[in-house]
């Protein structure tokens, strides 16, 4: 196994959505991946406002409160700062080939799209598309401006995946969780890992 094998990096933005985030990290740190997690100012902001759940601003403060709050293994998860340039999501020579910003500002979708590199969730997501990796924006903005659509056609064009936090209704989703597993079932499908959170159109259901 390399050093690319079972590492993600994850990022939350200040998009609404904080609770696909919480529940993407939960599946993945059960999925016993390596996360590099990164959260920006605004992300916070919002983590505080959906979920009521106040995280420090100083990363290893931010992971013991995340850690408790989902009640997970604090092994496999390592918080980075905004300023952290040395971590290895700085880094071709060291990121995993694997990013997923979730939940998408607005604001980051233009800077990723525009590679302004001027944060760490920036550099980490313009090192994952400089080397051809795999890269997520689960955008969430309604309505879309014309700005927004030329900045998703753009990093499409170039390989993203833009994936609008846009759950669907057809698996008659009972609760908010129901929705939120939709939406992170696609997101793991589309990183290639197993989940059993959504029953697999055509296969495990049938109407
Ligand atoms: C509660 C709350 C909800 C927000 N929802 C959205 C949203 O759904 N989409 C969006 O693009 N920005 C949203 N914003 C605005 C962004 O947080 C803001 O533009 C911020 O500068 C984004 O910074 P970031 O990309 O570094 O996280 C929201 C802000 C707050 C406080």
């Known amino acids: 196994m390399t050093k690319h094998d079972k590492a993600i990096t994850l990022a939350f933005t200040g998009a609404s959505g904080a609770p696909y985030g919480l529940r993407l990290l ?13 959260i920006s ?3 916070r902001v919002v983590l505080a406002t959906e979920h009521e759940l106040k995280l420090p601003a100083g990363p290893e403060a931010a992971k ?7 009640g997970c293994d604090s092994e496999k998860l390592m918080v980075c700062g905004k300023d952290d340039w040395f971590s290895p999501v700085a880094s ?11 939940p998408c500002s607005a604001g980051s979708l233009a800077s990723i799209a525009h590679g302004l590199s001027d944060n760490l969730i920036e550099r980490a997501a313009d090192v994952v598309m400089k080397e ?3 890269l997520l924006l689960v955008v969430r903005e309604t309505p879309f401006s014309t700005l927004h659509l030329e900045n998703m056609h753009k990093l499409s064009t170039m390989g993203v995946t833009i994936m609008p936090a846009a759950p669907g209704f057809y698996h008659q989703p009972k ?4 929705l939120v597993d939709f939406m992170v079932a696609r997101i793991l499908d589309h990183l290639g890992i197993e989940q059993g959170l959504v029953p697999r159109w055509g ?3 049938r109407n």
């Open 203 to 205: 296969y495990d259901q």
């Open 132 to 134: 051809r990796g795999q």
């Open 64 to 70: 013991q409160a995340l850690v408790k709050h989902l």
């Open 41 to 43: 100012s605004a992300a």
């Open 175 to 178: 609760s908010i969780e129901d």
């Open 92 to 102: 071709g020579s060291a990121a995993p080939k694997q990013m997923v910003v979730c």
């Open 26 to 38: 939960e599946c993945l740190l059960a999925a016993d991946y390596q996360v590099y997690l990164m």
